[in-house]
């Protein structure tokens, strides 16, 4: 009975410390998978503006700055790093985009024959719907990264993280120009 408690037990916690390892690889790879969508639905964005570019370029001696941004903004997405989660630099993306949707709008305000040209509307309307992929890729991107932090966090999976994987927490995007929007803001 005694060797079979003396054999049962080590093989049980090595089972144990295996499957513990295999939940934080897996949460990470889910990471980096949500990161790399985030990633595609900003190189899907570019596609639209490749195409927005010249319609934008015929009024260009009237909105030059609207020009300058769609050129910005492609260069910023081309720039985003695939293997790599740089938050600051989705953020950035996020904030130039952001400001081109407000330059398009005065566009269209300002020349009330672009209202009329389908091509126009047309990737206006694909623009935001890239925004909506964009904005979900980054919630599910969220979503994983809580899930991955969590793993590396909570006991024991921290101690088989710290013995074994040595895996950092991940930052999360967040939205700074939102955030500060708010009244509220939470304590911690």
């Excluded at 997405?77 to 904030?95: G, W, Y």
């Excluded at 101690?159 to 939205?175: C, G, Q």
Aim: hydrophobic share 45%; charged share 20%.
């Amino acid at each position: 009975m005694g060797f079979l408690i003396f054999v049962v037990i080590p093989i049980v916690v090595i089972i144990a410390i295996i499957l513990l390892r295999n939940r934080i690889v897996r949460h990470h790879n889910a990471t980096i998978r949500a990161w790399s969508d985030v990633a595609s639905y900003e190189r899907q964005k570019l596609k639209i503006l490749d195409g927005l570019q010249p319609l934008v370029e015929q009024y260009s001696s009237f909105e030059k700055g609207t020009l300058e941004k769609v050129t910005e903004l492609r260069q910023n997405i081309l720039n985003l790093n695939l293997n790599n989660a740089d938050v600051s630099q989705l953020q950035k993306i996020e904030s130039l985009n952001q400001e081109l949707m407000r330059s398009l709008n005065v566009v269209i305000e300002n020349y009330p024959e672009l209202k009329a040209d389908t091509i126009y509307l047309k990737m206006m309307n694909e623009i935001e719907e890239q925004n909506e992929n964009v904005g979900a890729a980054i919630t599910i991107y969220n979503r994983n990264v809580e899930l991955f932090n969590n793993q590396i966090q909570i006991f024991p999976h921290n101690i088989i993280n710290d013995m074994l994987l040595k895996k950092k927490a991940i930052r999360p995007f967040r939205d700074q120009q939102a955030a500060q929007s708010f009244d509220y803001r939470p304590n911690f």
